[in-house]
Structures are given as structure tokens and as C-alpha cells.
């Protein structure tokens, strides 16, 4: 069975998205750090993207289009196969293609996924992280924490999840203040 991380920007206290929705707070990453050699070095390794509907659509509005020479993780994330998992969307465009649309329970479609793919990466997508957390589905969780403090907002694990024992991976800090955070899932 393949493995599966969850990767979420994060503010300094833990919130993942603004009261509204927003990610505004994004804007605290200094320049570069999304290209970072670290992200890079972790795409290698990624053999699928799998997506919640509103992360995709984020997604599939920005990085078809994108310059691979401004945005070096472009190359990656357009090569990838990618999957939204969505009960409602009819078709998911990409650039000149389409990705594949999962339907039904998002827990049984990734459990499925994982025995096709190696390693799958999920980014954002929060009501689906959290239905994989509560599912046990995920493996390794990639926190990009932003130097920001917002106060109030959408944690980026579920309420109900309880108590879960994680194992430290690895810390990069970056110049900017951003750092980035991988633990094992036990």
C-alpha cells in the first residue's frame, strides 16, 4: 500500500484558512519559499496529487498556465497525475487536458488510490484531509508554517480527530521565517 501525506500552509497558530474562508495570510511566505529546494526534493518522490473540489479548482486556475521558469514547482505539479475527489463537479480541466474526477466516499476512493500509486500528496483540501485523518488513510503530514499569527480561523485537523501520535521527520526554517515541519503519522 502506497503512502499518503497531507501537506497544509499554516499559520504560526494553526489555522489553515481565515474565519472566511480566505488564505490571505499566504502572502507571509518571503520570495521563494514555495520553490524551495526542500519542496522541490519532496516532489521527486510524489507519484499522484489528489485533491479536494475547491483545492482543485485553486489549482486549475493557476498552475496549467504557470512559467516552470518563475514557478519551479510547476513542472511537477502539471506532470503528476492528479484526482479531485467530488461528488458534484461534472468534468475538472487542466491545461489542455483533464484530470480524473473521484466520486463517492473520499476515505474508500484514496484507500483505493494508495494501491495504485506510490506516494500521493493531498494539499489543502481541508474537509478532505480531515475525512482522511479520521480514516487513518494518512501517513506523513507536511506542515509549511507561516511567520503570522491570525487569532481565529479553520484549524487543519478536524475537531473530533482526538489524540494522535505523531513522529518528528524533519524541521527547515528558511530566512524568511516560514518553516517547514514533516512528521510520521503513527
Not at 9 to 36: H, K, M, Q, S
Not at 57 to 79: K, L, S
Amino acid at each position: 500500500m502506497g503512502r499518503l501525506t497531507v501537506e497544509q500552509v499554516v499559520t504560526v497558530d494553526g489555522y489553515a484558512a481565515e474565519p472566511d474562508g480566505g488564505i490571505r495570510f499566504f502572502e507571509a511566505f518571503g520570495p521563494g519559499d514555495l520553490n524551495d529546494a526542500e519542496q522541490l526534493a519532496f516532489m521527486e518522490h510524489v507519484d499522484a496529487i489528489l485533491f479536494g473540489a475547491t483545492t482543485y479548482r485553486m489549482f486549475a486556475d493557476y498552475w496549467p498556465t504557470t512559467d516552470p521558469a518563475a514557478e519551479r514547482v510547476a513542472e511537477p505539479i502539471n506532470r503528476l497525475p492528479k484526482f479531485v475527489i467530488s461528488n458534484s463537479l461534472d468534468e475538472a480541466p487542466w491545461g489542455d487536458g483533464s484530470i480524473e474526477i473521484l466520486q463517492g466516499d473520499g476515505a474508500e476512493s484514496t484507500a483505493a488510490l494508495k494501491e495504485r500509486f506510490e506516494h500521493i500528496i493531498v494539499w489543502g483540501s481541508l474537509t478532505l484531509a480531515d475525512a482522511l485523518l479520521e480514516a487513518g488513510l494518512v501517513d506523513e503530514l507536511r506542515l509549511r508554517t507561516v511567520p503570522i499569527l491570525i487569532g481565529e480561523g479553520r484549524s487543519f485537523t478536524p475537531a473530533t480527530l482526538g489524540s494522535r501520535r505523531l513522529e518528528l521527520e524533519g524541521v527547515t526554517p528558511h530566512t524568511s521565517g516560514y518553516v517547514g515541519i514533516s512528521y510520521r503519522v503513527r
